[in-house]
């Protein structure tokens, strides 16, 4: 008995695979070879695509409050710095693994693409639990991240921000950390961080605005109305809820919300002020209520818009025809399966995918980036004016290639996403 239990504490402990994140790696790789192809590059582009570049693998020694030692497993992961530095975001999750932060990584190259940022995609994680951890222990945890990865960052190589679980004050310590190393103050090593710490302004939001400016970009093109239009949104984490609050103020009805525990559903709009008020800090409020419905029945809502801002493969073949929405926005990552997209692009729905929904949130990080490099800092204003832009004209894009090519948006995206990255590594003789 103790020695199978062993084993599995073993197998989590090194992130051993979910098929789910094989599969995400899988269906990434296929839509990348296929907008390859469109574009007519060879198979040496592929392969050279089809992984990171570099991927690092450590083990972080931490002392517990209770004094025991505990060694956590980590990863970053560099796909691709033909452009410029790689960029992305560190989990902190249970569920972390090698071949998710490679596919994690693979996206944040597509995004930078997409929105035309300078960079290339990163991503990093941490397999641990951090509702389970104090906070001294979740600082010698980022710190001994910093320390064991600080060979292959920096502002000029590597620049990670906050993802799943992770929040201003850890990229606080960890940008502690790597300027102590260096022993020069470097804002520019990490992005989210806190205001007076040289983070921007409106990053915490960031990426729910970007959604949200997807969300009107694809309602002119349905011609939908988003004063009195129904939306869903599934899932009230970060994104999801600043969401359901700039959907509620600009006068749509948000019919239904969800968490981890179950979903809330009022026809007649759902009080979002009141739901935010009771949101607990891992996002979840649904616990308050008796009357909750499941998942499957959250997605099937009559509705105009669906915003699925939760986890990976909840749109499948098995309940594509049944979402009633005209409008699909994927505010998390991989929501939705190969053949579910193609179903709903087959019935007319519209589907913004989530590489370009998504990508608001590292735009926002490079304009953090942009200012800690200048040391000179932007309104609050004006941040959101340039968000604004880059957003609006990337959908275009996305949407005019979409139109030209006739293809769904994700192959769409995807195309766009991989052409710079594709020049990039042409122009400097790597292909
Ligand atoms: N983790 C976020 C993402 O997946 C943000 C990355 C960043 O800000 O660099 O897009």
């Known amino acids: 008995m103790e020695g199978s239990e062993k084993l599995e504490n073993e197998k989590t402990e090194k992130g051993t695979d979910k098929p789910e994140s094989q599969n995400v790696l899988t269906s990434t790789r296929t839509v990348i070879k296929t907008a390859l192809d469109k574009l007519g590059y060879s198979q040496e582009v592929y392969d050279l695509m089809k992984e990171p570049l570099r991927m690092m693998t450590v083990r972080i020694p931490i002392r517990m409050d209770d004094g025991s030692i505990k060694v956590f497993t980590g990863y970053r992961a560099q796909h691709n710095d033909a452009v410029g530095p790689t960029k992305g975001g560190v989990r902190f999750h249970p569920d972390v693994t090698e071949t998710e932060v490679k596919a994690l990584s693979i996206w944040m190259s597509l995004k930078a693409g997409i929105v035309d940022l300078p960079y290339g995609g990163g991503k990093g994680g941490i397999i641990c639990d951090p509702r389970e951890m104090s906070f001294p222990e979740l600082e010698r945890l980022s710190r001994g991240y910093v320390r064991a990865i600080s060979q292959i960052v920096g502002p000029t190589k590597d620049i990670p921000a906050p993802d799943v679980f992770t929040n201003s004050q850890i990229m606080a310590w960890m940008m502690d950390e790597y300027s102590r190393m260096k022993e020069f103050d470097s804002p520019g090593f990490i992005t989210g961080k806190p205001i007076v710490l040289g983070g921007s302004h409106g990053r915490e939001s960031a990426t729910a605005k970007g959604v949200t400016i997807c969300i009107n970009e694809a309602a002119k093109k349905k011609g939908i109305n988003i004063e009195g239009a129904r939306v869903v949104i599934q899932g009230f984490g970060n994104a999801g809820s600043f969401l ?29 002020d009141y739901l935010l008020d009771r949101r607990d800090s891992f996002g979840t409020v649904s616990k308050l209520f008796k009357d909750t419905i499941g998942n499957d029945e959250l997605l099937e809502l009559d509705c105009d818009i669906l915003v699925p801002a939760a986890i990976e493969n909840q749109i499948t073949e098995r309940n594509a025809d049944k979402i009633k929405a005209q409008i699909v926005v994927e505010a998390a990552n991989g929501p939705t399966t190969i053949e579910a997209t193609r179903i709903l692009s087959e019935r007319g729905v519209l589907l913004v995918p989530d590489v370009l929904a998504s990508a608001g949130g590292v735009t926002v990080s490079y304009f953090e980036w942009v200012q800690n490099n200048q040391g000179y800092y932007w309104t609050e204003q004006e941040v959101q004016e340039r968000l604004e832009k880059v957003m609006v004209n990337s959908f275009d894009n996305v949407y005019k290639v979409s139109t030209a090519r006739n293809v769904d948006m994700r192959l769409a995206s995807y195309m766009v996403g991989v052409r710079k990255m594709s020049e990039a590594s042409r122009f400097r003789g790597w292909i």
């Open 244 to 272: 359901a609050k700039f959907m509620h103020d600009a006068g749509a009805k948000v019919v239904g919300i969800s968490d981890v525990y179950g979903g809330l559903h009022d026809p007649d709009g759902l009080d979002i």
